[in-house]
């Protein structure tokens, strides 16, 4: 005659067996979303250490330059992902002349009393090689919005210490029609495309 105390032993061993295998299933998605946010740190942009500058054709003769300052924004990352925001303030803008200066911001170019800002927001990433990343998002001049994509080039990411904080930074470098955002002034004798190229620098929080 078989043992009945066996039998429900088993019985017992096999649903405590069960039981386990669907609590770990049940927590597995939630230990890699937490594994994924672990991951993903925030940058905020040093705006002492981030450069933005640009470049446009003049009378076809030549090249004009300029930089805004002080750039500043964040940016999220992890090994898969980045989310950047970066924001300008259009009344830093430098051209290295103050009359030139004065009417980049005025009417004919930014009009910075009624769009003081330009801002880039991503929408999606994708992965390239050595930790850089294809990014594309919506860039705002004058409160004209189009969708860009670009290379963000990682230049490095290391702990520089306590006086520096734990960094990231990266290099881009894109070409815009500045007519599509609305900057018409000069269109023959100015150069429509105009290259800019960024370098952001942020440490961790």
């Given at each position: 005659?078989?043992?009945?105390?066996?039998?429900?032993?088993f019985?017992?061993?096999?649903?405590?067996?069960?039981?386990?295998?669907?609590?770990?299933?049940?927590?597995?998605?939630?230990?890699?979303?937490?594994?994924?946010?672990?991951?993903?740190?925030?940058?905020?942009?040093d705006?002492?250490?981030?450069?933005?500058?640009?470049?446009?054709?003049?009378?076809?003769?030549?090249?004009s330059?300029?930089?805004?300052?002080?750039?500043?924004?964040?940016?999220?990352?992890?090994?898969?992902?980045?989310?950047?925001?970066?924001?300008?303030?259009?009344?830093?803008?430098?051209?290295a002349?103050?009359?030139?200066?004065?009417?980049?911001?005025?009417?004919?170019?930014?009009?910075?009393?009624?769009?003081?800002?330009?801002?880039?927001?991503?929408?999606s990433?994708k992965?390239?090689?050595?930790?850089?990343?294809?990014?594309?998002?919506?860039?705002?001049?004058?409160?004209v919005?189009?969708?860009?994509?670009?290379?963000?080039k990682?230049?490095?990411?290391?702990?520089?210490?306590?006086?520096?904080?734990?960094?990231?930074g990266?290099?881009?470098?894109?070409?815009?029609?500045?007519?599509?955002?609305?900057v018409?002034?000069?269109?023959e004798?100015?150069?429509?495309?105009?290259?800019?190229?960024?370098?952001?620098?942020?440490?961790?929080?």
């Open positions: 005659m078989r043992n009945p105390s066996r039998k429900i032993l019985v017992t061993l096999a649903a405590l067996s069960l039981s386990t295998t669907l609590l770990m299933l049940r927590s597995a998605p939630i230990a890699l979303a937490s594994a994924n946010v672990a991951q993903a740190s925030v940058f905020q942009l705006p002492v250490h981030s450069h933005v500058a640009f470049n446009v054709g003049h009378m076809g003769v030549g090249t330059w300029g930089v805004i300052k002080d750039p500043t924004g964040s940016f999220t990352l992890s090994p898969d992902s980045i989310v950047l925001t970066i924001e300008l303030d259009i009344n830093k803008i430098d051209s002349n103050a009359k030139r200066d004065e009417h980049l911001r005025g009417p004919d170019f930014f009009n910075a009393a009624q769009f003081p800002k330009a801002t880039f927001k991503s929408t990433s992965t390239l090689a050595e930790g850089s990343f294809e990014v594309t998002g919506d860039f705002t001049i004058r409160d919005t189009k969708p860009i994509t670009l290379t963000l990682k230049v490095g990411e290391k702990d520089l210490g306590e006086r520096f904080g734990y960094r990231a990266f290099d881009t470098q894109f070409t815009i029609n500045r007519l599509d955002y609305g018409s002034y000069m269109p004798g100015l150069g429509r495309d105009v290259t800019i190229m960024v370098s952001i620098e942020g440490k961790r929080d």
